[in-house]
């Protein structure tokens, strides 16, 4: 069964420096790998997919690692700004065809002004 | 952007009564997903759907039902709510796998359930 871990639960950091959110998984026969971001209260909104056959993504100030030997996702980001503060949560796809996501149980980010 | 609607966005009910909350999409996603969600806990798979007519359970019992009667449209009901049924509910949908950006998930912005 897989299972999705992130670490830490909770980050502050000032404004300005730059961060990476860690997501490992258990079993690497995944399909694709997700980021999310989600705001209090609010749905999830996608930030970057990585397939299996891809190492990274990026967007804007995000990119996103994968390592699937290890069992492995990094998501850095950028420059951060107060906006940046929410929980990000990684999800995996596995590869065994019932294509339905496992989640983490996210990093609740806080960028202090 | 993503194309995926939920009605109401906030609802609070007594209990006993029956209720539907209503998920829309217009992306012409085959997969649809139901999720329930404690303020600060995981998300729990509740119900999926692979297209029209198919409808499974998912990871966390729930008391709920839905239906897939057309493509874009995946409803969630109860029949006869608790206060036990009190939290948010997500929907969400993807695409067919191989495809590019094949199987990403969108969310919609949830519904939340108080029931008194």
């Known amino acids: 069964k897989q299972e999705v871990t992130q670490i830490p639960a909770a980050l502050s950091v000032p404004e300005g420096e730059n961060l990476v959110l860690n997501c490992s998984f258990t079993d690497s026969a995944i399909y694709n790998l997700q980021w999310f971001r989600q705001d209090p209260g609010k749905g999830l909104t996608s930030l970057l997919l990585i397939q299996s056959s891809q190492r990274e993504q990026t967007s804007g100030r995000l990119n996103a690692s994968l390592d699937k030997s290890s069992g492995r996702s990094t998501l850095y980001i950028a420059a951060s700004q107060p906006g940046d503060s929410a929980t990000y949560l990684c999800a995996v796809l596995s590869n065994f065809g019932n294509e339905k996501l496992t989640f983490g149980t996210g990093t609740r980010l806080t960028i202090i002004p | 952007e993503a194309d995926i609607y939920q009605t109401p966005r906030y609802l609070v009910i007594g209990t006993g009564k029956k209720i539907t909350l209503e998920c829309s999409q217009t992306m012409g996603h085959d997969k649809m997903y139901w999720y329930q969600q404690d303020p600060g806990m995981e998300l729990h798979l509740i119900h999926y759907?692979?297209?029209?007519?198919?409808?499974e359970k998912g990871d966390l019992s729930s008391e709920s039902t839905v239906s897939r009667i057309r493509t874009e449209h995946f409803p969630l009901t109860l029949e006869s709510a608790r206060p036990s049924h009190t939290s948010q509910y997500l929907c969400?949908?993807?695409?067919?796998?191989?495809?590019?950006?094949?199987?990403?998930?969108?969310f919609g912005p949830g519904t939340r359930l108080t029931v008194l």
């Open positions: 969400a949908s993807s695409g067919r796998k191989g495809l590019a950006g094949g199987n990403e998930q969108f």
């Open positions: 759907s692979y297209g029209v007519n198919s409808t």
